[in-house]
């Protein structure tokens, strides 16, 4: 009878162990807990679905397994290995009799001990200082005055995603805000490690140890293997590093036995150790098992490794990550992956990891097999490999693209990133694909008779700024659409196509995915397509990102606004805002300094969300309320509030000859407008003049038509509508009651 192993974990890197596991004839079953969708496929695996927490006692009676092997590193920190040797302590029952008659001694984990664990974390060897997480201002202070560039490393279990390496002052003092005090890494993050940046190449080296034997696999850089001619590196790093390792830690009463995961900077100087970890890599793991010669079932976890031959047979392996987009930080969960048809050569462990003859020849294998996976927010690298490239040339290198700082693909992994978004804004006229020259859309699908083309473009502005700074970068997307689609819904338009410009300094492929799902969110609500953009990526030129869009909308000649029999008598319309919309924000910003809060701050008006997310509330977008109003034909002209207030917006759709007056006191003026006011010292005509006050879209109708219109407007809404004033035969905006504002 074979042996029964239960693998520990749930990710690729689990994935994979089990992979090379099953293909052991010394292995009857394979248990993996909790495992995924990948392990449960695998031959000979069940997946378990029991508590992974300590005591593990449902975990160890179950184990009728002869061996443990644990992927992560968590489990091992925590004393797993402690609960599995001394074997079950529940009480004897009828549903674990069987087992605890079996299980007279403990099970062998091959995994160090709680203690021998104790090493997972950064152990620095350049200059570096410790920050407790009440200790920022002093961190900020180090990383501004140190007089080198740093790497920030959660001090904890972060599950290998605990390293930050900032390329300036300003992106370190960022980072340490994310760890120490939004806490991307979690509890890991609660001590922070500020260590001086090593210059040199960077390799892992895993290596398996049995406490007194180490046997180091094929080493990994970055993305490439170290190859011929790298021996001696190798050599070295096992005999000054490595070894004094295990023999100290057994020596010292905890020997080590797993596998030991360590990172090194090749210096002048030598290897230097960077940090420990106690766990198989990820993905490392998964381009090794694909390498590995010996049964991993028989050599490594029998603990006899000074008595056998573990080696790797010569050849390249390439492992590609799909991550969904926002990762290592918060990401979405539970999309649907599709996999197609998988080349040979290429296992797909929740990842590309492909084996060849030729590092070339791995890399295309990989990506082919990339590219017949999918699922909404998927984003890879595209560069793997690359140094290894480089390096395999002899010849001199040319300058590229990617030299110069642009990274055509980074473009690319954009592009499939949002494809889905994309997707979903298709309508009557446009697939909304794209990938194209240009961007196609069929007009007479729409059914239009006699149809007007209206066109128009807009920004976001300066609340950028704030987006980048609170780090929420998908409702600006909304914003770029409702900015350009309330301008054509003024004229009686219905959007029809958008298109967007996205410029940067420096591609980053999430951020740029989360403005195009707002985009896409934005189009979705607007009931227009996103049929083509462009992304820009211009070192030296901005100093994060900028954006613009485009839309282009269709109207019936005979219902084009504003119309010419607007006259004095007329009533105007206000529709409620849904906050600051897109304007005014370069004074917004000035004020929010002057008031001594900051964008993380709560909110003065509502404490459940900070400011700076209140002040992105993304801008309302009129087109599905308001449109059936004008094709009705009830509606004599529209006036969309931006920049410049009532003051300057309203009168561009009267006749030269007539004005109109705004009644201050028809509406009640939101919070966040009070605030401005009060916090900026700023008059209330001024506030007229500079925002909307909490009225987004003026709409002028005769005085007849009120009660019909405001039934149609609120058909199938329920945003405030207030009758706000009426036309006057004396040019220009007369604003009534302002004093209103700053006593109500």
């Known amino acids: 009878m074979g042996a029964k192993i239960l693998v520990l974990g749930s990710g690729g890197r689990e994935h994979a162990l ?104 950064s152990i620095p060897t350049a200059k570096f200082r410790t920050f407790s997480s009440g200790q920022i201002d002093d961190a900020i202070d180090y990383v501004r005055n140190c007089g080198f560039r740093v790497v920030l490393k959660a001090s904890g279990l972060a599950a290998g995603k605990g ?36 210059e040199g190449p960077e390799i892992s080296v895993l290596a398996f140890s049995d406490g007194y034997t180490v046997v180091p696999l094929p080493a990994a850089q970055d993305h490439k293997r170290i190859g011929e001619g790298d021996t001696v590196v190798m050599d070295r790093i096992v005999r000054e590093t490595l070894r004094p390792t295990i023999d100290g830690m057994r020596k010292e009463g905890f020997p ?53 031959q573990i080696s790797a047979h010569r050849a390249f392996s390439v492992s590609v990550v799909l991550v969904s987009g926002g990762y290592p930080g918060p990401y979405p969960k539970g999309k649907q992956i599709e996999i197609g048809d998988i080349p040979s050569g290429v296992v797909v462990f929740q ?103 209206v066109a128009g473009t807009d920004g976001v502005g300066t609340k950028l700024h704030i987006a980048i700074e609170v780090g929420l970068h998908d409702t600006v997307g909304i914003d770029l659409v409702a900015m350009s689609v309330n301008d054509l819904l003024v004229q009686g338009a219905e959007p029809l196509l958008f298109l967007d410009y996205y410029g940067c300094s420096k591609l980053d492929v999430t951020t ?21 953009g462009e992304t820009a990526e211009m070192p030296g030129m901005y100093r994060d990102y900028d954006l613009a869009g485009f839309a282009v909308g269709a109207v019936e000649r005979h219902l084009i606004l504003p119309r010419q029999d ?22 917004v ?29 993304p801008t309302r977008i009129y087109v599905k309320q308001v449109l059936p109003a004008a094709k009705a034909g009830v509606l004599k002209g529209m006036s969309h509030i931006t920049g410049g207030g009532f003051i300057e917006n309203i009168p561009r759709v009267l006749p030269q000859a007539l004005g109109c007056y705004i009644d201050a ?46 039934d149609l407007l609120h058909q199938d809404s329920n945003v405030p509508i207030y009758k706000v004033g009426e036309v006057t035969e004396k040019s220009g905006v007369e604003m009534r009651n302002l004093k209103y504002w700053a006593t109500h």
Not at 589 to 614: A, F, M, Q, T
Not at 675 to 689: D, I, K, T, Y
Request: glycine letters at 10%; a negative charge; proline letters at 7%.
């Open 665 to 710: 006191s028809a509406w009640p003026l939101p919070p966040v407008f009070r605030f401005l006011m009060q916090h900026g010292g700023v008059e209330p005509l001024q506030m007229a003049r500079t925002f909307n006050n909490g009225i987004g879209l003026i709409v002028i109708v005769d005085k007849d038509q009120v009660e019909k219109t405001l």
């Open 18 to 121: 089990s992979w090379k596991l099953a293909q052991s004839d010394l292995v009857e079953h394979i248990y993996v807990c909790p495992g995924n969708g990948g392990t449960a496929a695998n031959p000979k695996t069940t997946n378990l679905s029991l508590p992974l927490t300590p005591p593990y006692q449902e975990l160890v009676c179950f184990a009728s397994s002869e061996r443990v092997l644990p992927g992560p590193e968590e489990p091992l920190v925590l004393g797993v290995e402690k609960h599995f040797r001394k074997g079950p302590s529940l009480p004897l029952t009828p549903r674990n009799a069987e087992h605890q008659a079996n299980r007279a001694v403990g099970v062998p984990v091959f995994g160090p001990s709680e203690l021998a664990a104790r090493m997972e974390g």
């Open 512 to 532: 740029a995915a989360e403005v195009v799902k707002g985009i896409a969110q934005g189009c979705q609500e607007a009931g227009c397509a996103l049929i083509g």
């Open 256 to 308: 080590f036995v797993g596998l030991l995961f360590t990172g090194f900077m090749l210096t002048d100087s030598g290897p230097r150790v960077l940090e420990y970890n106690v766990r198989f890599g990820d993905p490392e793991t998964e381009a090794l098992m694909l390498l590995l010669d010996a049964d991993l079932a028989c050599d490594p976890l029998e603990r006899r490794l000074d008595s056998v």
């Open 351 to 453: 990842c590309g990891t492909a084996t060849a003859p030729t590092l070339e020849e791995a890399l295309a294998l990989a990506y082919t097999a990339c590219d017949k996976i999918s699922f909404e927010g998927m984003a890879y690298r595209r560069d793997i490999a690359h140094r290894a490239l480089a390096a395999s040339k002899h010849t001199a290198k040319g300058l590229t693209y990617a030299d110069a700082g642009v990274s055509v693909d980074a473009g690319n992994a954009l592009v499939t990133a949002i494809k889905p978004y994309v997707h979903s804004t298709r309508r009557p006229g446009s697939d909304a694909e794209i990938g194209g020259f240009g961007g196609i859309f069929d007009l007479k699908a729409t059914g239009y008779d006699d149809p007007v083309l």
């Open 163 to 198: 390293v930050l390496i900032p390329g300036s002052v300003d992106e370190a003092v960022e980072g340490l805000q994310q760890i120490m005090v939004a806490n991307v890494f979690g509890a890991a993050g609660d001590q922070v490690v500020i260590e001086e940046l090593l």
């Open 589 to 617: 910003r000035k004020i929010v300094s002057l008031s001594g809060l900051s964008y993380s701050s709560p909110c003065p008006w509502d404490e459940n969300i900070s400011l700076g997310k209140h002040l992105l509330e």
């Open 566 to 587: 607007i006259a004095p008598g007329d009533v105007l319309l206000g529709i409620a805002s849904s906050g600051l919309h897109s304007n005014g924000f370069s004074l």
